[in-house]
């Protein structure tokens, strides 16, 4: 089945750094990919829509130059935290339609600012 | 926009059935049904598009209503692997899904 892989699993960061997550999809091409953020116990929230190709877009209340989103290729979709902060700390992961008509996820990256 | 989700939990004991609902108060275009385990990402179990669908696979299944605005997803004979949070997603336009608060199912053996 189709497969999409995210790196890193989990990472720490020092509060102000900026922490880049990827998503390659492996079997498949995603000319979209999408980003959610999810808190303990809590739905996914969808955060934005990568593109390939062009410029992604946000859902409303998600600061763009705070998560910064590059889709370089068909395969290919990053989510940069920059400056991230201890609120910033979640479960961030990556979908995309696999052409079955349901949506791959990946693993999920689970980032902690301290 | 948010499909309700209910109950917000059940714990049950293996080999007992439950039943999970997502309702909307409009015409839901599609209904995905996800499941997740704790500390990993959502596995994709089924997608309904048409009012009036049942579909399912061993014993899973699902329903959606005439009307698209109620979905269930009936869990049989429940198994200990079946614990995890269920969640509900509908697509709202663009390939975006939006989805429900989650269903949290626990199976005592």
């Known amino acids: 089945g189709a497969v999409v892989s995210q790196h890193p699993s989990w990472v720490i960061c020092k509060s102000g750094t900026s922490v880049k997550i990827e998503c390659r999809s492996l079997d498949f091409q995603a000319t979209t990919m999408f980003w959610y953020r999810q808190f303990p116990k809590q739905s996914l929230m969808l955060m934005a829509t990568?593109?390939?190709?062009?410029?992604?877009?946000?859902e409303q209340g998600v600061e763009k130059d705070k998560f910064l989103i590059n889709h370089a290729s068909l395969t290919l979709s990053t989510l940069t935290v920059t400056s991230a902060h201890p609120e910033d700390s979640s479960f961030y992961i990556c979908s995309a339609r696999d052409g079955g008509g349901g949506y791959t996820f990946g693993s999920g990256t689970r980032l902690t600012v301290v | 926009q948010q499909p309700v989700q209910s109950p917000q939990a059940v714990i049950l004991r293996e080999g007992e059935d439950a039943v999970i609902n997502c309702s909307s108060s409009?015409?839901?275009?599609?209904v995905h049904w996800y499941r997740q385990k704790h500390g990993e990402a959502p596995v994709f179990l089924m997608i309904?598009?048409?009012?009036?669908e049942q579909k399912g696979h061993d014993k899973i299944s699902a329903s959606f209503n005439e009307k698209k605005q109620q979905s269930s997803l009936y869990l049989t004979a429940s198994q200990l692997s079946y614990s995890g949070t269920y969640f509900c997603g509908t697509e709202i336009g663009d390939d975006k899904i939006i989805f429900g608060k989650g269903t949290r199912l626990h199976i005592l053996p």
């Open positions: 990568s593109n390939e190709g062009s410029k992604a877009t946000y």
């Open positions: 309904l598009l048409k009012g009036g």
């Open positions: 409009k015409a839901l275009y599609s």
